[in-house]
Each structure stands twice: as C-alpha cells, then as structure tokens.
C-alpha cells in the first residue's frame, strides 16, 4: 500500500493511499519440479501516474549526457533533472554533502574558492550550455567560512531551449569556445555547389495556427504528457505568444524538442490546475 500527500475535493490536505499491484498473472510451466515460469502484473491507474511523476527517477537527455567533458558536471545536472519538477525544486547540503553528491574528494579543492572556480563555476557553464534547465546557486555562510551550498533548479524558456537544442546538434568540436564566447569569426568564401533541394515540408512536423488537437498527431501527445494537466490549447497559445515569430521557422525535432521543453516549464511555472 502507498501513501502520498493529495488534496481532497474540497481543497484540504489529504493523504492518498492506493496499492500499486491491480491484477496479476502467472503462468507456470508444466510438470513437477518446475521453477521457471513467467508471470505478469498490471499496475494501478494511481500507480502508474506516480510512476509518470517519479521523483525518484529522471528524463537524461542522452545527447547532453555524452555531451558533458566534467564528471561534476554530469552529477550536477543528474541532480537538477531529478529535482526540476518537485516542488521544491532545490537542493541543499553542507561541504560534506555537496562533495558526496559531486563525488568530490575530500583531498582536493580544499579551499573553496578553488572548488568554485574548478567545479561549480565549470559544471555550470556546462549545464547551462546542454541541459533543459538553468542552475544557479546560493552560498550560506558563517562569519566569511562557507558552510553550506543551495542549488536551485530552473526549465528554460521555449527560446533558451531551442537553442540548446541546436547546441546539443552541433558537432562537439568548438564547444568549449562557444560557451566561453571566444569562438572566432571565420570568412567563408564562396563555392559552387549544386543544392540539395530540401525535404517535403508535409514531411516535417510544423506547429498549427489553430488548435493543435488537429494539427500533427505528436503535439497534443506531448503537451498532454508533460502540461500537467493544464488545457492543451490553453499551452499552446501561450507558447505561440512567447515563440511570436520565430515558430514560423521551427519545425521539425527542434520544434518537438522546444515544444516538450515549454509544456514542462509551463507546469513548473504554475504548478498543476
């Protein structure tokens, strides 16, 4: 039997308890002495939303996890992407915790300016760089010693994630440069070439004017998946106003990355209806 934090009908704190086994099946194989078999259950209805919302387990995206050349890094956004959609969507720990959580030697960066500058201010750049979501962070002190660490966990906006997605697709080479913003003018002269003409827009997901019930069959998949409930043309027109006229030029994977992306801060912004 679970138990979880609800709120009843009449708005009230409440406490949910469901099983998370409905029905179950076994089929045993025949004669005795036997031990292998297989069995088969279905969960809940209860069950499964828990699951959808776990907060135990997190979405990686695994282009940005390959993406990630700090270890410190990778646990940090591992962190954030179990953390984004809680709500409290923070973390906090003493210098204990924190090098635990970053699997930071206790030898190393003994001074913590040195373990700003070589771990949070690196693993930062780089989550902001490749992740779905910001990151930023609060020193608690006592007298000038630094004793504590709060990481707080932010979804970007529809155009910050678009342009991680184009981030995330670029070739890795120059990275590093494109986050320090030191990447270098290049003249490209021009060359004859023969172009290829581009693939059929009906063949491309391209987002609708009207209500995106009927507009390509993934749209309203992914806002009733990750909009929290909320009305999904409700979302949609909040995306259109914030995209303006961008979106005429989206399409396609950057289109359903953006989308996704929007839905989740939309929920994140104002909790669920």
């Known amino acids: 039997m679970f138990a979880i934090d609800d709120r009843s009908w009449r708005g009230k704190k409440a406490t949910l308890r469901f099983s998370l086994i409905s029905s179950s099946r ?12 297989w069995i088969e259950w279905e ?33 940090l956004y591992e962190m954030g992407a179990l953390r984004l959609h809680r709500r409290q969507s923070s973390w ?21 300016a040195q373990l700003r500058r070589k771990v949070l201010e690196k693993a930062k750049s780089e989550i902001d760089q490749l992740a779905h979501f910001r990151v930023e962070w609060r020193e608690i002190r006592q007298g000038r010693t630094v004793t504590e660490i709060e990481f707080r966990f932010e979804p970007k906006d529809a155009p910050s994630h678009l342009a991680t997605v184009e981030e995330i697709e670029r070739h890795a080479v120059g990275r590093k440069a494109r986050r320090e913003g030191i990447v270098e003018a290049v003249r490209a002269e021009p060359v004859a070439f023969s172009p290829t003409p581009p693939p059929e827009a009906s063949s491309e997901v391209t987002f ?34 914030q995209m303006g006229d961008r979106l005429v030029k989206l399409r396609g994977a950057k289109l359903i990355s953006s989308w996704t992306g929007f839905c989740e801060s939309f929920v994140a912004r104002r909790g669920r209806p």
């Open 26 to 37: 076994e089929e045993a194989e025949d004669g005795e002495g036997a031990d292998a078999g």
């Open 43 to 75: 969960f809940t209805s209860d069950a499964r939303n828990l699951i959808q919302e776990s907060e135990t387990y997190a979405v990686l995206n695994r282009q940005a996890v390959l993406g990630f050349r700090s270890g410190y890094a990778l646990k």
């Open 92 to 112: 906090r720990g003493d210098m204990t915790a924190l090098r635990a959580a970053l699997g930071i030697s206790p030898n190393v960066y003994t001074d913590f």
């Open 208 to 241: 609708p004017r009207g209500s995106i019930e009927y507009g390509p069959e993934i749209l309203p998949k992914i806002a009733k998946r990750h909009g929290g409930g909320w009305d999904i043309d409700l979302i949609a027109e909040a995306y259109r106003a």
